[in-house]
């Protein structure tokens, strides 16, 4: 099964929202955005903004009809500043003119000045100031402060985690078309339609059915457009209402990475306690998390860091607190994992640390600690079906690990300045939106009279490959060939009150509503078919292979003619159709109940050489084995894995986000912050558990856009053991990036 985009991409046609033919009445805009990290707005000076020929406007905060507010969560963002700036980037007036470049010069000629305030930047930081997004939350099992005393080792420390760039290959942008009556028409690159939809209606104060918001495919997104490419697309709206002229606003890749938010970055204390046989008894953990200057997403992530703060292992007795700090940083977003990377990142250090100090490797403790069925997750959740063995063992068989483990000893014997090391990295992610509202969807099929399909649905393609997913599931309820279902654009007029793609679960819900659209047709073309075969049982009809049969025997009849014979007997040939996962519940109070549909499950194993002398390093391998249930399109899942994994080493090697004193980006484009490329990709081996399966998944598949991400983790813990075995003095500092940099002053120096 092909993706049918990928002749589109490789031959340059695929159509992206910066392809589409602009009307010679098109405006662009540009905000004139804040060059300190923390200010107070003293004065603003346009006037020679608005002198240069082709400027039409400037819109401030007075020009908005409705709110100026963009906030999701928490309703704490201005789409453009009045009185104070929080960050360097945050709008605070909108250039709209005849050309993109223009609209930048005129933004240079605008003249702001500040009363300059005190800026935090750091997570801790702020927590002292008590600058809290919301109130801190804390999920506990268990007794942890009385399990301490039981444990033959304790060990304490610090683990941090940096800052990545989500660099989706298509940058931020947004077109919006005024058409009559004030209705406006949106084209926005966003994993979120109907909150663009929303926010739009929210600022320029007018009905939700006045607000189209269409979406094709994005050129990525991992997160960075599910709350992040709404202020364009409000600009661009807010533009086109005052102008009345079609408004387009396209970031370039450095305002891109300027304007835009992050993953957080983390710093965390813990501290666990292990029997002297490795299993592990206590674990506390407190996270700081660098919001950023307003809410954005960080609740949310922030409460999946603690589900995942105990990854793929059961502690009995377990407490994690995390708080959300406010600084003066553009907001930082979701991001690919949502904030469970982070959470894992410290467990595993905690882990190593511990290791350590008993003289044993990781690996066995990770072993002994693998969440089986009956166990419970610190919110209450039984694991259920846990295949975290199974991958573990198979991951043994299939790759001999431990064969592996004793060639790396051999080789750092026979090498003095080359070092091998091997880490594992089992994981556990749960899926199913936090806020449970989020968990539903809608489809809406149509069956032509040619018996060619159409299906509508709020997922949003974004290379993931969800379209696939989507006509395979229609194809195979409505028994006919894939060729015959296209998957439409994502459109807000077409689905009310989407969901966000995101949070994995994009085929999940969406191939569920379809699925559920697709049975309604089904049913009622059986009944035709019935009608015309003179049959009194339709339950006995099936439709495969584009044919009804009964009963295994075929019937000498067609799809086409059926569909045909439905029209012609007045027979709809439409479904709409609504589906909210079942089964999800959780109380807040308590921090405990059933939060996901499911789980996925996996285990890595990561093979890195330093090269000692230069510091210089190279991930050899990562051999897998992820249980995907019975997988929707093998090749799909193989490329989201691949990705997820190169995406995660990227995050825990090379990726260092860097901003000077004043809170300015410093890693601003991409020959200073570097991605993995094909040459530092090492070869990703994936086996899938076989005989996978998911009996609440979509026909028995599992979701799989994050979960492979925090594979990516094991590549820290593999680095500083090379560099151990160079360097038997150094201690671990637990700070990611693990860049050469880190990795060359490391070989060179006792304790951390
Ligand atoms: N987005 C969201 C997400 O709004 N809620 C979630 O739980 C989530 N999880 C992962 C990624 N995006
Ligand atoms: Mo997301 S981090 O957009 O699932």
Same mark, same amino acid.
Request: charge should be negative.
């Given at each position: 099964m092909k993706r049918q985009d990928s002749e589109l991409h490789a031959s340059g046609q695929a159509r992206f929202a910066d392809d589409l033919t602009l009307t010679a009445d098109t405006l662009h805009v540009f905000p004139v955005v804040s060059n300190i990290a923390h200010g107070r707005i003293k004065t603003c000076d346009f006037s020679q903004a608005l002198s240069l020929?082709?400027?039409?406007a400037v819109l401030t905060a007075?020009?908005?009809?409705?709110?100026n507010q963009i906030g999701?969560?928490?309703?704490?963002?201005?789409l453009l500043a009045e009185t104070?700036?929080? =960050?360097?980037?945050?709008?605070?007036a909108l250039i709209v003119a005849e050309s993109a470049e223009l609209a930048r010069q005129a933004s240079e000629l605008c003249v702001v000045n500040y009363e300059v305030l005190e800026a935090v930047f750091d997570a801790r930081t702020a927590d002292k100031l008590n600058q809290h997004i919301v109130p801190p939350r804390c999920f506990s099992m268990g007794d942890v402060d009385c399990a301490w005393q039981q444990c033959a080792y304790v060990v304490e420390g610090q683990a941090e985690s940096g800052a990545q760039e989500h660099? =989706?290959?298509?940058?931020q942008i947004a077109i919006a078309y005024p058409l009559e009556n004030g209705q406006l028409k949106i084209v926005s690159a966003t994993q979120s339609p109907g909150m663009v939809q929303r926010i739009i209606v929210r600022v320029l104060?007018?009905?939700?059915?006045?607000i189209e918001v269409d979406v094709?495919?994005?050129?990525?997104?991992?997160?960075?457009?599910?709350?992040?490419?709404t202020a364009w697309a409000v600009m661009a709206a807010l533009a086109a209402q005052h102008t009345q002229q079609p408004v387009k606003i396209q970031l370039n890749r450095e305002e891109d990475m300027r304007l835009t938010g992050k993953r957080h970055p983390y710093s965390a204390d813990f501290k666990i306690g292990l029997n002297s046989s490795g299993k592990i008894l206590a674990y506390q953990v407190q996270f700081y998390q660098?919001?950023?200057?307003?809410?954005d997403l960080s609740p949310a992530i922030l409460e999946r860091t603690l589900f995942h703060a105990g990854n793929a292992y059961f502690i009995a007795n377990f407490r994690a607190t995390a708080v959300s700090c406010r600084t003066n940083l553009p907001p930082n977003t979701a991001f690919r994992g949502f904030g469970a990377p982070q959470a894992m990142f410290v467990l595993e250090a905690a882990i190593f640390k511990a290791a350590q100090s008993m003289g044993i490797d990781p690996a066995t403790i990770q072993q002994r600690n693998l969440l089986q069925d009956g166990d419970h997750f610190p919110y209450g959740m039984t694991v259920k079906n846990s295949t975290l063995k199974a991958c573990r063992d198979l991951l043994e068989q299939e790759y001999a690990i431990s064969q592996r483990q004793q060639d790396c000893d051999r080789f750092n014997t026979a090498h003095t300045l080359k070092k091998k090391a091997l880490a594992l990295m089992p994981i556990t992610f749960g899926i199913s939106?936090?806020?449970?509202?989020?968990?539903q969807a809608d489809a809406l099929v149509h069956v032509y009279g040619d018996g060619s399909v159409i299906v509508s649905t709020g997922a949003v393609e974004m290379g993931q490959g969800v379209k696939l997913k989507l006509r395979r599931v229609a194809a195979q309820t409505l028994g006919?060939?894939?060729?015959r279902i296209k998957i439409d654009s994502t459109n807000t007029s077409r689905i009310a009150n989407m969901s966000p793609t995101?949070?994995?679960?994009g085929a999940d819900l969406n191939g569920q509503a379809t699925r559920l659209a697709c049975k309604q047709i089904l049913m009622r073309l059986k009944q035709i078919a019935a009608d015309m075969l003179n049959i009194?049982?339709?339950?006995s009809l099936h439709i495969q292979n584009e044919r009804v049969s009964m009963e295994g025997q075929d019937?000498?009849?067609?799809w086409c003619q059926l569909v045909t014979q439905a029209y012609i007997s007045r027979c709809g040939l439409s479904a709409q159709a609504h589906y909210a996962t079942p089964g999800l519940a959780f109380d807040r109070n308590s921090e405990t109940?059933?939060?996901?549909?499911y789980h996925v499950y996996g285990c890595a194993a990561l093979e890195v050489t330093v090269d000692c002398l230069r510091g210089r390093y190279q991930i050899d391998s990562v051999k897998l084995v992820h249980?995907?249930?019975?997988?929707?399109s093998a090749d799909v899942d193989l490329g989201q894995i691949e990705g997820a994994v190169v995406q995660g080493l990227g995050w825990m090697t090379m990726e260092e986000i860097v901003y000077d004193q004043?809170?300015?980006?410093?890693? #601003?484009n991409l020959t200073n912050y570097k991605i993995p490329d094909i040459y530092s990709a090492p070869e990703v081996q994936v086996k899938f558990l076989p005989d996978g399966g998911n009996e609440?998944?979509?026909? #028995?598949s599992k979701a799989v856009?994050?979960?492979?991400?925090?594979?990516?983790?094991?590549v820290y813990f593999a680095l500083v053991k090379a560099i151990q075995a160079f360097n038997p003095g150094y201690r671990a500092?637990?700070?990611?990036?693990?860049t050469p940099e880190k990795v060359l002053m490391a070989l060179y120096r006792n304790g951390n």
């Amino acid at each position: 099964m092909k993706r049918q985009d990928s002749e589109l991409h490789a031959s340059g046609q695929a159509r992206f929202a910066d392809d589409l033919t602009l009307t010679a009445d098109t405006l662009h805009v540009f905000p004139v955005v804040s060059n300190i990290a923390h200010g107070r707005i003293k004065t603003c000076d346009f006037s020679q903004a608005l002198s240069l020929p082709g400027v039409m406007a400037v819109l401030t905060a007075s020009d908005i009809t409705g709110s100026n507010q963009i906030g999701n969560i928490e309703v704490d963002e201005v789409l453009l500043a009045e009185t104070e700036v929080c =960050y360097m980037g945050q709008a605070v007036a909108l250039i709209v003119a005849e050309s993109a470049e223009l609209a930048r010069q005129a933004s240079e000629l605008c003249v702001v000045n500040y009363e300059v305030l005190e800026a935090v930047f750091d997570a801790r930081t702020a927590d002292k100031l008590n600058q809290h997004i919301v109130p801190p939350r804390c999920f506990s099992m268990g007794d942890v402060d009385c399990a301490w005393q039981q444990c033959a080792y304790v060990v304490e420390g610090q683990a941090e985690s940096g800052a990545q760039e989500h660099a =989706y290959l298509e940058t931020q942008i947004a077109i919006a078309y005024p058409l009559e009556n004030g209705q406006l028409k949106i084209v926005s690159a966003t994993q979120s339609p109907g909150m663009v939809q929303r926010i739009i209606v929210r600022v320029l104060d007018c009905a939700m059915h006045m607000i189209e918001v269409d979406v094709l495919r994005l050129g990525g997104a991992f997160g960075g457009k599910e709350e992040q490419a709404t202020a364009w697309a409000v600009m661009a709206a807010l533009a086109a209402q005052h102008t009345q002229q079609p408004v387009k606003i396209q970031l370039n890749r450095e305002e891109d990475m300027r304007l835009t938010g992050k993953r957080h970055p983390y710093s965390a204390d813990f501290k666990i306690g292990l029997n002297s046989s490795g299993k592990i008894l206590a674990y506390q953990v407190q996270f700081y998390q660098n919001a950023g200057a307003f809410a954005d997403l960080s609740p949310a992530i922030l409460e999946r860091t603690l589900f995942h703060a105990g990854n793929a292992y059961f502690i009995a007795n377990f407490r994690a607190t995390a708080v959300s700090c406010r600084t003066n940083l553009p907001p930082n977003t979701a991001f690919r994992g949502f904030g469970a990377p982070q959470a894992m990142f410290v467990l595993e250090a905690a882990i190593f640390k511990a290791a350590q100090s008993m003289g044993i490797d990781p690996a066995t403790i990770q072993q002994r600690n693998l969440l089986q069925d009956g166990d419970h997750f610190p919110y209450g959740m039984t694991v259920k079906n846990s295949t975290l063995k199974a991958c573990r063992d198979l991951l043994e068989q299939e790759y001999a690990i431990s064969q592996r483990q004793q060639d790396c000893d051999r080789f750092n014997t026979a090498h003095t300045l080359k070092k091998k090391a091997l880490a594992l990295m089992p994981i556990t992610f749960g899926i199913s939106f936090t806020a449970l509202f989020l968990n539903q969807a809608d489809a809406l099929v149509h069956v032509y009279g040619d018996g060619s399909v159409i299906v509508s649905t709020g997922a949003v393609e974004m290379g993931q490959g969800v379209k696939l997913k989507l006509r395979r599931v229609a194809a195979q309820t409505l028994g006919i060939g894939l060729e015959r279902i296209k998957i439409d654009s994502t459109n807000t007029s077409r689905i009310a009150n989407m969901s966000p793609t995101a949070a994995s679960t994009g085929a999940d819900l969406n191939g569920q509503a379809t699925r559920l659209a697709c049975k309604q047709i089904l049913m009622r073309l059986k009944q035709i078919a019935a009608d015309m075969l003179n049959i009194k049982n339709i339950s006995s009809l099936h439709i495969q292979n584009e044919r009804v049969s009964m009963e295994g025997q075929d019937m000498a009849l067609e799809w086409c003619q059926l569909v045909t014979q439905a029209y012609i007997s007045r027979c709809g040939l439409s479904a709409q159709a609504h589906y909210a996962t079942p089964g999800l519940a959780f109380d807040r109070n308590s921090e405990t109940g059933t939060p996901f549909a499911y789980h996925v499950y996996g285990c890595a194993a990561l093979e890195v050489t330093v090269d000692c002398l230069r510091g210089r390093y190279q991930i050899d391998s990562v051999k897998l084995v992820h249980d995907a249930g019975k997988s929707l399109s093998a090749d799909v899942d193989l490329g989201q894995i691949e990705g997820a994994v190169v995406q995660g080493l990227g995050w825990m090697t090379m990726e260092e986000i860097v901003y000077d004193q004043q809170g300015c980006l410093l890693s #601003n484009n991409l020959t200073n912050y570097k991605i993995p490329d094909i040459y530092s990709a090492p070869e990703v081996q994936v086996k899938f558990l076989p005989d996978g399966g998911n009996e609440v998944g979509l026909l #028995n598949s599992k979701a799989v856009g994050e979960p492979p991400f925090m594979y990516g983790i094991g590549v820290y813990f593999a680095l500083v053991k090379a560099i151990q075995a160079f360097n038997p003095g150094y201690r671990a500092s637990f700070s990611a990036p693990m860049t050469p940099e880190k990795v060359l002053m490391a070989l060179y120096r006792n304790g951390n």
